[in-house]
């Protein structure tokens, strides 16, 4: 998973979850957009997504002067 991706898995996750708190989103789809927060959240801390090892989705960049962050 790319830092691009990561940063904006994290940005959604955060908006998500100030949303919810201030009420803004609320009932079954505040609740389905929480838990959609919260795999953005875990899945930009740990740098991997299920969903792009199943389709083979590669978001890392292709500088070789990038250094490669390791799982």
Same mark, same amino acid.
């Given at each position: 998973? +790319?830092?691009?991706?990561?940063?904006?898995?994290?940005?959604?996750?955060?908006?998500? +979850?100030?949303?919810?708190?201030? +009420?803004?989103?609320?009932?079954?789809?505040?609740?389905?957009?929480?838990?959609? +927060?919260?795999?953005?959240?875990?899945?930009?801390?740990?740098?991997?997504?299920?969903?792009?090892?199943?389709?083979?989705?590669?978001?890392?960049?292709?500088?070789? @002067?990038?250094? @490669?962050?390791?799982?």
């Amino acid at each position: 998973m +790319g830092a691009v991706d990561r940063v904006i898995r994290f940005t959604i996750a955060v908006v998500i +979850g100030i949303l919810y708190y201030k +009420g803004v989103i609320a009932g079954t789809a505040g609740i389905v957009l929480l838990v959609v +927060g919260i795999v953005f959240l875990l899945t930009s801390l740990v740098s991997v997504c299920p969903l792009y090892s199943l389709f083979r989705l590669n978001t890392r960049s292709s500088n070789p @002067e990038q250094p @490669e962050v390791r799982k």
